[in-house]
C-alpha cells in the first residue's frame, strides 16, 4: 500500500487577505478530501502579485505532493493564475477548442454578446490536463509536475465544488491509489460536544483500531463521523454499523438521523410519514424558523405558514394572545409562546405549531430578563409544551440557536401516531 500524500490548499486572491469575502472554499476542500481519506496539512492564501504566487508555489512543493489551488481564473486582469502557472512549468498558452466552444454556448443561451476576454477563458497552458467545467466557463488544470499533482480550479465556489466532486477526487483516488474507506455519521442535537463525549467515553474507548470517531459540533449539536479503514477484512461498513445499536442505546434521545441529513430535512421526513401539518409564530426569529422548514424541497406539503408577530399588537390580533398575559408576563415569557403557539394552530389550521419570543440583543434585556432570553413553544391537539433558554452569544447566534432548539422541540413533541 503506498503512502498517502500530503494535500495543500492554496487559496489566491486579494479580496481574501483584505477580509472581503470569506474563505469557504477551504472547509468545502477539506470535508471532501477526508470522505477519501486524504488530509489537509496546510492552508495558504496569497495575494494577485504573480511573484507571491510563484513563491507559494515552490514552497507547496517542498511541504505536499497534492496542491490544490482556486482563485484568480476570471476574464479580468487581475486574474493571473493561468499566467503563472504557464510560465511556472515552462509552457505558453493555448487555445483549448472544447471550452471554447462551451464558453460560446453559454452566452448564446443567455443571449449575450461574447467579448475577447471572454474568449480567453479557453486559453490554458499547453502541457496541463483540462478538467472540464460543465458550470462555469473557466476549466480547472491538473498539472503532474515531478511526483507533485498542482491542480487549478476557479474561485467561485459552485465552479470549484463541481470539479472537485466531478473530476479532481476521482482523479486523486487513482493516481495516489487511495485505499478504501468508509464513513458512517450519527446526527444529534441538544447536546454539547464536550458532554456528548462523556455519555459515549467507553463506547468510543471501545472502537476497533481501524475505526476512528471525530466530533464535528455545529450550532446545537453535533455531528459523529466514524471513518473506517481497510483491515483486509470483508464488510467494513457492516462492521461499522454494526457499533451503532450500543450508541443508540446510549444517547437515542439526542439522535435525529443517521446519514447527512439536516434537522430540518429529518423533521420533513417524519411530517410527511405522519401526514402533519405544521406552522409557526415568530417574534424573535422574525422568519428564520420557516425559511428553515421550508428550505427543504417538497416542504409546501405539510407547511402552511407563519406568523410573525414582531409587536404585541400582532401578537395579540392576529394569535389571540391575551392583553392581561402580556401585561403580567411580558412578551419574552413562557405564558406567552404558548399563546401564540396555540393562537397559531387556529389561525394557520395545523397539527402542530411553533412559536418563539426573545431579546436576542444587544440590548433590550433586563436584569429579571437579560439578552439571552429566549422562549419557546410547541403545541399540537393534546398538548403545548414551553421552554426557556439563556443564550447570550450574539443577537446573530441567539436567533439561529433559537431556531434549533425549536426544531429539536418538535422533533421530541410530534405525535408518533400517522395521521388519517
Not at 28 to 52: C, H, K, N, P, W
Not at 236 to 264: D, H, V
Request: net charge negative; proline share 5%; aromatic share 6%.
Amino acid at each position: 500500500m503506498s503512502l498517502l500524500p500530503d494535500v495543500e490548499i492554496m487559496t489566491i486572491g486579494d479580496e481574501l487577505l483584505y477580509g472581503q469575502v470569506i474563505d469557504t472554499n477551504s472547509a468545502f476542500m477539506g470535508q471532501e478530501l477526508a470522505t477519501i481519506g486524504l488530509r489537509v496539512r496546510q492552508i495558504s492564501s496569497v495575494s494577485d502579485r504573480a511573484d507571491e504566487i510563484v513563491t507559494a508555489l515552490d514552497l507547496a512543493r517542498q511541504r505536499a505532493q497534492v496542491v490544490l489551488i482556486t482563485g484568480g481564473l476570471g476574464p479580468t486582469k487581475d486574474d493571473l493564475t493561468k499566467h503563472v502557472l504557464a510560465r511556472y512549468f515552462q509552457s505558453e498558452l493555448v487555445l483549448h477548442q472544447p471550452t471554447l466552444t462551451h464558453v460560446e454556448d453559454i452566452f448564446r443561451r443567455f443571449n449575450r454578446p461574447m467579448l475577447d476576454v471572454n474568449r480567453q477563458q479557453a486559453m490554458v497552458p499547453a502541457n496541463c490536463e483540462v478538467l472540464f467545467n460543465a458550470v462555469g466557463t473557466a476549466p480547472g488544470m491538473w498539472f503532474d509536475d515531478a511526483g507533485t499533482v498542482f491542480v487549478s480550479m476557479p474561485g467561485v465556489p459552485h465552479e470549484m465544488k463541481y470539479l472537485m466532486t466531478e473530476q479532481v477526487l476521482p482523479r486523486l483516488q487513482t493516481r495516489f491509489q487511495v485505499p478504501p474507506i468508509e464513513h458512517v455519521v450519527v446526527q444529534t442535537v441538544g447536546l454539547g460536544e464536550s458532554f456528548l463525549a462523556e455519555k459515549i467515553a467507553n463506547w468510543e474507548s471501545a472502537l476497533p483500531p481501524n475505526i476512528k470517531l471525530a466530533y464535528l459540533p455545529y450550532l446545537g449539536g453535533v455531528r459523529l463521523r466514524l471513518t473506517g479503514h481497510d483491515d483486509g477484512l470483508p464488510h467494513l461498513r457492516q462492521r461499522m454499523e454494526a457499533l451503532l445499536p450500543e450508541l443508540r442505546a446510549t444517547i437515542g434521545e439526542y439522535i435525529f438521523a443517521e446519514g447527512e441529513i439536516k434537522l430540518e430535512a429529518a423533521i420533513g421526513q417524519l411530517l410527511l410519514e405522519r401526514g402533519l401539518t405544521v406552522g409557526t409564530a415568530e417574534s424573535c426569529t422574525g422568519g428564520l424558523l420557516a425559511h428553515k422548514i421550508t428550505s427543504v424541497p417538497g416542504s409546501s406539503t405539510y407547511f402552511r405558514g407563519s406568523v410573525i408577530a414582531y409587536h404585541n399588537d400582532i401578537k395579540m390580533q392576529e394569535l389571540g394572545v391575551l392583553p392581561e398575559t402580556l401585561a403580567a408576563h411580558g412578551a419574552v415569557s413562557e405564558a406567552t409562546v404558548r399563546e401564540m403557539a396555540e393562537g397559531a394552530r387556529r389561525r394557520l389550521g395545523v397539527d402542530v405549531a411553533l412559536a418563539t419570543s426573545g431579546i436576542a440583543g444587544p440590548d433590550g434585556g433586563t436584569e429579571a430578563k437579560p439578552v439571552g432570553t429566549i422562549c419557546l413553544a410547541y403545541a399540537d391537539a393534546h398538548q403545548t409544551i414551553s421552554r426557556q433558554f439563556s443564550f447570550n452569544r450574539g443577537r446573530q447566534l441567539n436567533v439561529e440557536y433559537t431556531v434549533t432548539m425549536s426544531l429539536n422541540l418538535l422533533r421530541q413533541n410530534l405525535p408518533v401516531e400517522v395521521k388519517l
